[in-house]
């Protein structure tokens, strides 16, 4: 076995010192910035790209991937601890990691993260040191349709996500849909809906503004409405043995998720347009739709946070895959990462894993190095987390104001940006009011990006001739299952209507 | 609040780093804070890639007293870092790495009223030219084969590019004109998407730069057929031009470093010096080659007749779009 030898050597030059050193301030860094919200692994990679430069280029990966793994980690943090996504991977862990939090098992929401994490790292890594260059070409086979169908798919697992009320649902989409629109097309080469003519909007509107607008601001105004200040949601404990409890309760409640999210994330990671967002919330709806209680999703259930949470991780690696074995991005991240191989020298391409086997391989056996260390460090920290929970709402309140401003600023350094998530925190506090359900909303800012430019594409493609999405080997069945997962919850709506009327 | 302090630790160590020793400039203009390093493209793109190599030239051999603060402004085709310069507020410290919606994006979009001929030049780091590409299992190996082939196919032959009214589509858009070519064009939103598209046979030919397309081609994947480039290029010798084969016509994407309008001399000469040491800095000189950059070194003057000359020929080469 030629990768068994390959992957000891790369291990061992991880484990060489200065690389180990690397991987622990990496993953520190990483774990930290991305629980930072607004700041995710692209802001990391790109503030620390320039000091590699210092280092050989095999440490200088090694870093700059601990910092990734580390911020996939971190991205959790922040979804239970504060409510707020600290990195769009981490969305859908707040669905149920927050919850967990106010019922007072913040401990053992981030424990779960921790440990689907790991196991989806490693799951990950292990299917990326055996298929790399299988996966490889599979990855390529994905289009513009491709791409769309699957899309489409992340939409329809998520269309029960609102609760019953379809139309709120809808709207919630729709408006989703209508911000992500705002700024520039790139199919026409137009800027279409630059609101009141503000150059601002020419950039369109990130995931980061609407996510902290409506969890930094929005919920927080909501929580100070309901309770008067009054939040006696946490009062945790952390104690070794609380821990080791807590960690055997994430192993029972959490497998099924975490199984998923790691098959479902390294698969959608691997493909070029989609990444680990996409993988993460897949993961999530899938999850949720395989239960047994689905009715705990959505209320602080363990496999609701291992899913998303084993699928950002496993994802991530994912993305690695087309950067190694193509020199193609699969993520924003990796990107750069890419225009860091340049700068050490190296040519990214199909030929790198051929002529440089040592880079290669030493990143991948760094993955593992880093994925224990990820888990340890983040382990050590948890206490931490969960002790800033314990401060009086009356100061924790205005702490997450701050950061949601800072970390909002920090991602684009414009006014404009923060202006935004004022206005988006004060809408969401009302949209929320009147019962109107905001993750979709959400939802549909990151993936509508994604979706709309390979729709367009793929009519291009076709000359506008739809059987494009059902007549491709891929794309068929993709589009097939995701009609019938749109369709379905519709058709029970019927039926349940049809039988309150014969009552 | 250990959270956010460990995170300004690390923030605060790596600026430290990067403007620990002072530059060697002993008199005349030196920055006063970090240099705002506008780049008009998102992260990962070609002009990002480049901006990143500048800094850590800049970064490694103490350049600057400030340090390059670089950040991705590619909204609107380049319009907001285009907006960000003209209407900056510290024109001494703001800088522009550029591409060429530089020339095209205030022609296409004029109400945003910006006049490149007010910005101020500091320097050419290299033009990039575009290449004609094919897959391999195409069968296609030269340039005369394509035409049959785009002919033989009436409008069904796919290429991508990045965008439309910018670079890849000027490009093709010349050449479809110059052949009397029909060609459908699939618009992406970079490069790489474009490259990985050929990659997988997706799309059936692109205009990418060499450096996006050069790792697939030493792998044998892809296949060029004609350089955009005035002469033949040293890494693609057997590749003819688009003017050997009698069309007055090439295509650079420009790689420069521009400062924002109503810059001061003394800080413009300033730019000038640290980015000509980049220029010149081995690490510069191996990148030219290794990503088949072309050097064009201008002075200001010329720089500003250049400029002109381009948005003269974009405004045409669009207009021609158009039509």
Redesign the interface.
């Known amino acids: 076995m030629e990768v068994i030898s390959f992957l000891a050597d790369g291990i061992l030059l991880a484990l060489e010192p200065i690389n180990f050193a690397l991987i622990i301030l990496g993953v520190t860094v990483g774990l930290f910035i991305g629980a930072m919200p607004g700041l995710g692994s692209v802001n990391g990679v790109a503030i620390l790209l320039p000091i590699t430069f210092l280092v050989p280029p095999n440490s200088a990966i090694i870093f700059l991937a601990a910092i990734y793994y580390g911020a996939m980690y971190g991205g959790a943090i922040s979804s239970v601890t504060l409510g707020i996504p600290g990195a769009s991977t981490a969305v859908a862990t707040t669905f149920d990691g927050r919850p967990l939090a106010l019922q007072g098992r913040a401990s053992l929401a981030l424990v779960t993260a921790a440990l689907a994490s790991f196991v989806g790292g490693t799951v990950a890594n292990v299917l990326f040191t055996l298929f790399a260059p299988v996966l490889a070409s599979t990855a390529l086979s994905f289009g513009p349709p491709e791409i769309f169908a699957l899309m489409l798919l992340a939409f329809a697992t998520f269309v029960g996500l609102g609760g019953d009320d379809i139309p709120k649902t809808v709207f919630s989409i729709c408006l989703g849909l209508v911000l992500a629109a705002v700024g520039f097309d790139t199919i026409s080469g137009e800027p279409r809906l630059v609101l009141f003519e503000i150059d601002g909007f020419m950039r369109g509107i990130g995931f980061i503004v609407l996510a902290i607008g409506v969890y930094g601001i929005g919920e927080m105004l909501w929580t100070i409405e309901q309770t008067r200040g009054e939040v006696t949601t946490t009062n945790p404990k952390m104690t070794a043995k609380g821990m080791a409890s807590d960690a055997k309760e994430a192993m029972q409640r959490g497998w099924k998720g975490t199984t998923i999210g790691s098959l479902i994330g390294f698969f959608v990671g691997i493909l070029p347009a989609a990444g680990a967002t996409p993988g993460s919330l897949m993961s999530y709806g899938v999850a949720k739709m395989m239960s047994k209680t689905p009715e705990d999703y959505g209320n602080g259930s363990p496999d609701g946070v291992a899913a998303p949470e084993a699928a950002n991780n496993s994802a991530s690696t994912g993305s690695m895959l087309p950067m190694l074995t193509l020199g193609i991005p699969g993520s924003p991240t990796t990107a750069i990462l890419l225009g860091g191989m340049v700068i050490w020298g190296l040519t990214p391409g199909p030929r790198l894993f051929l002529d440089e086997t040592e880079f290669v391989w030493g990143l991948i056996g760094s993955f593992y190095i880093s994925n224990i260390a990820a888990l340890v460090i983040n382990l050590a920290f948890i206490p931490l987390f969960v002790w800033m929970l314990r401060m009086p709402f009356t100061i924790l309140a205005p702490l997450i104001f701050v950061l949601s401003i800072i970390g909002g600023f920090a991602a684009s350094r414009s006014m404009h940006d923060l202006w935004l998530i004022v206005i988006f925190g004060i809408a969401a506090f009302f949209l929320r009011k009147f019962d109107y359900p905001l993750a979709p909303a959400v939802l549909a800012i990151v993936l509508g990006p994604i979706a709309e430019p390979t729709l367009r594409q793929s009519l291009l493609l076709s000359s506008g001739d739809p059987m494009i999405f059902f007549n491709r080997p891929i794309a068929g069945p993709i589009t097939i299952v995701a009609i019938i997962l749109i369709l379905l919850p519709g058709l029970k709506f019927l039926r349940r209507k049809r039988a309150m009327a014969k009552n | 609040?250990?959270?956010?302090k460990?995170?300004f630790l690390?923030?605060a160590a790596?600026t430290t780093?990067?403007t620990l020793p002072i530059a060697a400039f002993a008199d005349g203009w030196q920055p006063k804070r970090p240099i705002d390093f506008t780049i008009m493209a998102?992260?990962?793109?070609g002009a990002?890639?480049i901006a990143?190599?500048i800094?850590?030239v800049v970064?490694?051999n103490d350049l600057t007293n400030r340090p390059l603060i670089?950040?991705n402004?590619?909204?609107?085709?380049g319009?907001?870092s285009l907006?960000h310069l003209k209407d900056a507020r510290d024109p001494d410290h703001t800088l522009l790495v550029t591409l060429n919606s530089f020339y095209t994006t205030p022609i296409?979009?004029e109400a945003l009223g910006v006049d490149i001929e007010t910005f101020t030049p500091i320097i050419m780091m290299g033009v990039d030219p575009f290449v004609l590409w094919v897959h391999k299992d195409s069968g296609i190996t030269t340039f005369e084969d394509f035409v049959t082939k785009v002919k033989e196919m009436d409008g069904e032959f796919?290429m991508g590019g990045t965008?439309?009214?910018?670079e890849d589509?000027i490009v093709i858009a010349y050449m479809s004109g110059a052949y009397d070519l029909k060609i459908?064009?699939?618009?992406?939103?970079g490069g790489?998407?474009v490259?990985?598209?050929l990659?997988?046979?997706?799309i059936m030919a692109t205009v990418n730069n060499p450096?996006e397309a050069?790792?697939?081609y030493?792998?044998g994947?892809f296949v060029p057929l004609l350089a955009f480039s005035d002469e033949r290029m040293d890494a693609y010798p057997d590749v003819p031009t688009l003017k050997e084969k009698g069309h007055d016509f090439s295509y650079y994407n420009q790689r420069a470093i521009v400062g924002a309008p109503g810059m001061s001399d003394e800080a413009a000469a300033y730019y000038r010096e640290v980015f000509g040491k980049v220029y010149d800095s081995e690490k510069w000189q191996?990148?030219l080659v290794?990503?088949s950059l072309s050097p064009l070194i201008m002075d200001e003057a010329e720089t500003r007749a250049y400029w002109s000359r381009q948005v003269q020929n974009h405004r045409q080469l669009l207009s021609e779009m158009s039509n």
Request: no cysteine.
């Open positions: 609040m250990k959270l956010t460990r995170l690390a923030l790596s780093i990067a998102g992260a990962g793109g990002d890639q990143r190599f800094q850590s970064e490694a670089p950040t402004r590619g909204g609107g085709s319009a907001e907006l296409r979009q796919v965008g439309t009214g910018q589509s459908k064009y699939i618009p992406y939103d790489g998407a490259a990985k598209d990659a997988g046979k997706q450096s050069k790792g697939f030493e792998s994947d191996g990148y290794s990503e």
